[in-house]
């Protein structure tokens, strides 16, 4: 699995973004994928996950309401829109594949493959 960030970007407050996680090894398939940030100063935190197979999704608090996670088969990738940006959302995004049972996908210890991260910056 070799997996690749992308969609980051400068947004104004109240603008929208999409990043895309791509997977060019292999298929997704079996795996859960999930979205992770880092802000400067604080630890990485989960933000929204997808099961690949069923499509069982997950959303941090924070996000939702404004963060839709989905996939595209045609594609093998893993979507995240995210709408109503605030600069508070702003941080390195990772994208992550594992196979964590319902209790852990929001446990970063949970994924085996990451991403190299793409920078999303929201100013006010």
């Known amino acids: 699995v070799q997996l690749q960030a992308s969609g980051g970007g400068l947004v104004q407050a109240g603008g929208s973004l999409r990043l895309s996680c791509a997977d060019s090894g292999r298929t997704f398939s079996g795996y859960t994928v999930g979205w992770f940030r880092q802000a400067p100063g604080k630890e990485r935190e989960f933000v929204a996950g997808?099961?690949?197979?069923?499509?069982?999704?997950y959303s941090a608090d924070s996000v939702k309401g404004r963060f839709t996670i989905s996939k595209d088969i045609a594609k093998n990738t893993v979507n995240l829109q995210m709408n109503s940006l605030k600069p508070e959302d702003t941080a390195v995004y990772y994208c992550?594949?594992?196979?964590?049972?319902?209790?852990?996908?929001?446990?970063?210890?949970?994924?085996?493959?990451w991403g190299q991260g793409t920078q999303v910056t929201v100013s006010s």
């Open positions: 997808i099961r690949w197979s069923g499509g069982n999704r």
């Open positions: 992550a594949a594992g196979r964590p049972i319902a209790s852990s996908v929001m446990k970063e210890g949970s994924y085996y493959y």
